[in-house]
């Protein structure tokens, strides 16, 4: 991507963060995603808190927990959350019906589990991430080491081709110590039946396919702040 390019992506990553950040109220335990996207709205909120906003929050890894820590908001144990009043988050891609591929950052499994206990879900997004049909990023799947070959091959079966990620010449391993592998199915015509299918899998942990759990899509292009609900 040229730099004039990266540029305007992250002036629109920016802009959306802000309008997303707007909706979090005083009082609030606050989900925090993971990515480049969901880097501009905890800064956004860390700023916020410097001014007096009261919050905690739950972090969907590592990273996410240390960033938000160092800018002063409190961070909860996510598994004793049965609940969460807004999330903030990322996506790979998006479509009208709120359908998300995520899991680019690798945090999808918390990622999933923070969507899924929030009241108000919120993706960020730039006009890049907005597509009429799912699947031109392939879509990531957590699977436990020693599924590995089993989860591969199932997947085979219902038509994805799928590697298994690497970072710098290393197998990426995520924070919860499984792997993730990148499966491509091409544009997917009906995204809920392929999460069905691939919830039927043993050994695979989750996958990035996001159905009926995202409450609206704030999205910048350029000037524009377009929210989806």
């Known amino acids: ?13 920016l802009s959306a963060a802000r309008a997303a950040v707007k909706f979090v109220k005083d009082g609030d335990v606050v989900g925090l995603g993971t990515g480049s996207t969901t880097t501009f709205a905890i800064k956004e909120l860390g700023k916020r808190v410097k001014e007096g906003l009261q919050i905690k929050a739950a972090a969907s890894s590592i990273r996410t927990q ?19 009043d807004i999330s903030i988050d990322g996506a790979d891609e ?17 990622e999933k589990i ?7 879900a919120i993706i960020i997004a730039d006009a890049s991430k907005k597509v009429k049909k799912l699947g031109a990023f392939t879509v990531p799947v957590e699977v ?15 038509g ?8 710098a010449g290393q197998t990426f391993i995520t924070d919860n110590g499984n792997l993730i592998i ?20 043993n ?15 704030i999205m910048s292009d350029g000037e524009d702040i377009i929210i989806f609900e």
Request: aromatic share 6%; net charge negative; proline share 2%.
């Open 1 to 13: 991507m040229a730099t004039t390019d990266r540029t305007q992506q992250d002036a629109q990553k």
């Open 66 to 84: 240390e960033l938000a820590e160092s800018l002063g908001i409190e961070i909860l144990d996510l598994g004793r959350l049965s609940q969460l």
């Open 94 to 110: 998006f479509t009208d019906s709120l359908d998300l591929i995520k899991g680019g950052g690798g945090a999808l499994f918390r």
């Open 114 to 120: 923070i969507a899924s206990l929030s009241k108000n």
């Open 144 to 158: 436990i080491p020693l599924a590995y070959q089993y989860v591969f091959d199932q997947m085979h079966k219902l």
């Open 160 to 167: 994805g081709k799928g590697i298994l990620r690497t970072v």
């Open 182 to 201: 990148d499966a491509d199915f091409g544009l997917i015509d009906d995204p809920a039946k392929l999460s069905a299918d691939l919830n039927q899998i």
């Open 203 to 217: 050994g695979l942990l989750a996958h990035g396919l996001f159905i009926n759990i995202t409450s609206k899509v």
